[in-house]
């Protein structure tokens, strides 16, 4: 799936978003879960969706029960292909949403790369407007409980 033209379409439709300048879009992940290859693949996407402006403001992080290595990426930066994803382990949703309350996040858009798979909540519903993206999920019928939810195979 293109993620980058279901995204812009999305956020042209919702949110009036233009070409010119996109920021507070924070995109985080579960890297214990995703290969070497698929996470790859994740930066890439997120890369090829911000490419798509000429100027952009993205927070990157990656989590498992907590959140490491916040990393802020502009169009002026190193490619988002070069972060270097942390964590061990376990898929704790809600340590996004603490740390972004925790720090005074409030992101646009907040995108999830996980295998959909949370020890407990799937996160604050309210918050944020969240895309999740799936990975390899054996279920390509499974939905996220809020936000919208696309699935990804390598």
């Known amino acids: 799936m293109d993620y980058s033209k279901e995204f812009k379409k999305y ?59 916040e990393q802020d990426f502009t169009a002026n930066d190193n490619s988002l292909e070069d972060y270097d994803a942390k964590g061990g382990g376990g898929t704790d949703f809600m340590a996004n949403w603490r740390h972004m309350k925790d720090n005074d996040i409030v992101p646009k858009k907040l995108i999830v790369f996980t295998d959909g798979y949370p020890w407990d909540d799937w996160g604050d519903p309210d918050y944020c407007d969240t895309i999740w993206i799936l990975h390899e999920h054996h279920d390509k019928n499974k939905e996220a409980p809020f936000g919208i939810t696309s699935h990804y195979d390598a």
């Open 11 to 69: 956020a042209t439709k919702h949110h009036g978003i233009n070409s010119m300048y996109y920021e507070k879009i924070v995109s985080s992940m579960t890297p214990y879960i995703i290969e070497e290859r698929q996470l790859k693949d994740f930066l890439g996407e997120i890369q090829n969706i911000m490419d798509q402006y000429q100027d952009y403001n993205i927070k990157i992080w990656s989590f498992d029960t907590k959140v490491y290595n």
